[in-house]
């Protein structure tokens, strides 16, 4: 028995490491869970190919060379702001602040039909440290003509444009003219256009022409009529053609 004993160990320690390793049971060890696989999603573009991506990127310079963006445009706010030219009437830019809250507060008095409180209101703030814009001024003039109150109207584009020394523009211009040609008083109209001509900073519009075409009408000055027409002057040729024709009926 001890022979045998001998025997078998001395062929174990004669196999070689893997002969050994056949022998032995190999056990493998299996994941309790599964790996979750993330799919990558593809990228999808909006070009075709590389050409036309590169095309699409040299043709946004170009754009950009040509158009600069906002932000360029934009003034430097450490520069110092552009001086305003005290012979221009104001602009739109002009309405913020108390200058608006008047301007609201005038517009809310025309609606309500109080117009002389709303003369009142415009007038006085001409002495405080929020003078009205040439548009306050504009609204409470337009609203004295539509009501057919000439001569306030022009005695208030007077007061404004005259004494206080606020810049008109051609709508102030053209509520004084039609005041005048609806009063019956076509030649100061005519004067006043002349005013513009040489001495405003802009052109008579289409309205200013307008209101002249009618008044001359209304009054019988054909002759002057034909004469702005024959300088190049006068409203739109429709309006033109129709009160001149009526000229020539009577």
């Known amino acids: 028995m001890t022979t045998v004993t001998r025997f078998l160990l001395r062929s174990l320690r004669r196999l070689s490491p893997l002969q050994t390793a056949t022998l032995s049971p190999t056990f493998t060890l299996k994941p309790s869970y599964q790996p979750q696989t993330h799919v990558i999603p ?50 739109t830019s002009a309405l913020v602040g108390p200058r608006l809250s008047l301007h609201n507060r005038v517009q809310s008095l025309i609606r309500a039909g109080d117009l002389d409180n709303a003369s009142v209101v415009a007038r006085q703030s001409v002495f405080s440290t929020t003078r009205p814009t040439v548009f306050t001024c504009n609204a409470i003039i337009g609203s004295m003509y539509r009501t057919k109150r000439y001569s306030d109207a022009i005695a208030l584009f007077t007061y404004f444009f005259k004494q206080c020394n606020i810049v008109p523009n051609v709508v102030s211009y053209n509520f004084l003219i ?21 001495n405003a900073p802009f052109s008579p519009s289409a309205v200013t022409f307008r209101h002249l075409t009618k008044g001359l009408v209304d009054a019988g000055r054909i002759d002057l009529l034909w004469k702005m027409v024959g300088d190049g002057h006068g409203a739109d040729s429709h309006g033109v053609f129709e009160f001149g024709e009526f000229g020539k009926g009577e």
Do not use: M, W
Not at 61 to 77: S, V
Not at 179 to 189: M, R, T
């Open 178 to 198: 039609v005041s005048y040609c609806e009063s019956g008083e076509v030649d100061k109209g005519l004067e006043v256009y002349q005013h513009i001509k040489e």
């Open 42 to 91: 593809t990228r999808t573009f909006a070009f075709s190919s590389a050409e036309e991506a590169a095309a699409e990127r040299r043709r946004r310079k170009r754009r950009l060379r040509i158009e600069p963006p906002l932000h360029a445009l934009q003034r430097d706010p450490n520069s110092p702001r552009p001086k305003r030219d005290p012979n221009q009437p104001d602009t």
